[in-house]
Structures are given as C-alpha cells and as structure tokens.
C-alpha cells in the first residue's frame, strides 16, 4: 500500500518515514450531527454488546472521506500504540506509547515537515508507567502515569530527559488509566483527569474527577467531579476556559449514553454514577428499593453538556484548531478522536470529528461534523483498521493524529 523509506542510524534510532500513500480520499460535505436528551432512548431499549474491534490491516487501496480541499495521508509508522502527541518547545514531536513504556521523540532534521529520526525520550528507567498525557512548564516536563504525574527538569533542546523525576501527585492505576496534564495559559495551575475505575461503581475522589494543583503539585484540589473519564482536556484560545472530551458509561443499550463535550467550570458535577447528562436522568443501577436516587443531593446538581457525542464513540484527544492552513470556520473550533466502541451492536466511532464554534460567543453551536472517516470498514464486526487517539495541530496548520490499531500516524492538509 505504502511507499516506505527506512533508515536506521544506530541501535537506540530508528525511522519509518512514509510521506506518500496510494490513499484514496473521497470528498464528502460534512452534515451537523445533533444529539439531544429528547432523542434518547429509556435505559435497556436495546441489548448491550459486548463487540471489541477485530483490527485488519490496512487495505491496499483505502478509502478515507475528508471535507472537499482536504487530503489525509500517512505520515509516519514504526511506532507501538502511539498515543498523545505534543510539541517541544524546540518544535519536535514527542508521542506517547503507553503499552510499551515509552516516549519517542520525532525530529525532523532537514526541516521538510518530516520526521527522519526517532529517538527514545524517555522509558522505564527515568519511571514511566502507562505515559499518557504530556506538558512542559517553564524548563520543567510532566507526564501522566497510570498511578502518579510526574516532573523533569528539561534542558532546552534535550531530546531525552534524565532521572525518574519527582513525583507530584499520586492516585489509584486500576480502571481507566489514561491521565491527561493541561497547564492553564494565565496561571499556571495544573489540572489533571482522572478517569473512574469501574462502570458505575461509587467511587471516592480523585476517581471520576478533574484535580487541579499549583504547578508543583501543592494544593491539589477537585475542580470538577462526575467525570466517568474526561480524556481530552485543552483550554480555549480566546477564553482560556478549560473544555473537555469525556467517555460515558456502558450497559444501558446502543444509544445510551452518549459521550460528550463541554466547558468545565469550578466544581461543576456531571452526574456520573447517579444520573447522565440531565438530573432528570437517573441510572437504573443506582436508585434505591424505592426507585429514588442514592445521591438525589447530587443529581441535582448534574450539568448538562454542551456538545453530546454518540454513545460507546470512545471519545479520546482534543485539541482547539489554532493554525491558519485549515478554512477560517475551522478557526478556534475543536477536533476530537473517537477511539471506536466495543458496547454497541453496531460499530461506531473510528475517526475524527470536529466540534464548530460561534466566533462571537466563543462557544460550540450544539453539535458536531464527520472530519475523517472510513476506518470502519464493518459495523457488524466492527472491523477496522484504524482507532483513532491523539491530535496535534502542527506548525504549517495541518493536523497531525495517531491512531494504534495499525500504529500509525496520519497528517489531514488544506488546499483550496
């Protein structure tokens, strides 16, 4: 399928490059897709699932649909699960791998916009567990473990950091276990997600939250709680109000309960375990003999979303569009990645999405676009060959994202 160009420099080095593909992109005109509380079903109007994605390789001949001017290719392979993707602060690209351990750094040393060298930033020895999230902070570069976020001191320019680092907050490595770090532009407070560790079990905090923290890590506070699993955590560019991406529960059925987006404020709750994006929505699985809710004090403070996903999508990443390659409607709008379900009868999710926002309120107009699809090769299976996870707006205005069913990295560009 591809063209492949490998070099191999020395035993800790190594390059896939892939610039070109015989990828074929279908154009398509992006519909609004609006989910509404009105539209879901009651809890159990359906089976539940239990369907994992069968992963096939990648077609010889691919079809993935973008918007009309838009091109997706692959960019990059010879990862292992690549995950979340950042910049540097000297502009290469670092990716997560989290099942293995390790964090790759990608330089592009002929500045072509690709990637020729992959060195290894950091791996078990410098203590990571299950990398996830990634940030730096004034000299300083954080990671989020499954059980702990953790601080290196960072030389400019260093592609590999040295250490285990200190560790500045702790917390339970069972359940979901991606930990994402957003620092806040104006000042500097750290927040974290941290996911639940079961479907709708009650479940202390930090569980199900977003915990903030000084930069440090003293002062480790909830700012917002109900959060099954907030993955994509990302602050507005003109707002900078923090916005997140989170995954809801399973068991209820096909449709329910849809992801979703939304700006989080200060001691928001989101309902989870006890009700779902309305405090009219009660979870069969946590009302008393009586029917009443266990924790009605709490269902009454559950707020609803501002952007709902369809349900077991498995949202993950995302990230603002600050570039300028794109069109200007896409400006200060968000893409998200859906990782694709594993509880619904028919596959959904596998691919890219983006969220528009209203350029005068600087906020999402309720509903959300296809932006890249055609991975899901078979609902029924579901079979695929793409999981879509983490997102990077790179330095030209395109978007960069990894997706680790095939493991692989993909560029989408704009040419009028």
Known sequence: ????????????????????????????????????????????????????????????????YVP??????????????????????????????????????????????????RLTFADTSNGLNYPFGM???????????????????????????????????TYGQNGHITRTIAISPIDNRMFVSIGSASNVDVEALPRASIQQ???NGTNQTTFAYGLRNAVGLAFHPITNELHATCQERDALGDDLVPDYFSRIQQNDFYGWPFAYLSSNLLDPRRLLSNGTSERPDLVALTRTPDVLFQAHSAVLDMRFYTGSQFPIRYRNGAFAAFHGSWNRNSGTGYKIIF???????????????????????NPTGPDTFGRPVGLLVLKDGSLLFSEDGNNLLYQVQYKP
């Open 1 to 64: 399928m591809f063209s492949l160009f490998l070099l191999s420099f020395f035993p800790f080095l190594i390059l896939l490059l892939i610039p070109q593909t015989n990828c074929k992109n279908v154009t398509f005109v992006p519909q609004p897709i609006r989910i509404t509380i009105a539209s879901l079903p009651q809890p159990y109007a359906s089976s539940s699932a239990s369907k994992p994605p069968q992963i096939i390789a990648v077609p010889s001949n691919p079809r993935l």
């Open 68 to 117: 009309k001017g838009f091109t997706v290719k692959l960019y990059m392979s010879g990862l292992t699960a690549p995950r979340y993707l950042i910049y540097t602060p000297t502009n290469d690209i670092l990716v997560s791998e989290s099942s293995t351990n390790r964090i790759s750094c990608l330089v592009d040393n002929n500045h072509d916009g690709y990637p020729d060298q």
């Open 135 to 169: 940030a730096f902070n004034n000299g300083y570069f954080y990671v989020g473990n499954r059980d702990a976020v953790r601080r290196y001191s960072w030389t400019n320019g260093s592609r590999q950091i040295t250490g285990t680092g200190e560790v500045l907050m």
């Open 213 to 215: 923290a000084n930069i």
């Open 355 to 377: 969220i528009p926002f209203d350029n005068n309120t600087n906020r999402p107009m309720g509903y959300y676009e296809d932006f890249v699809y055609g991975f899901l090769t």
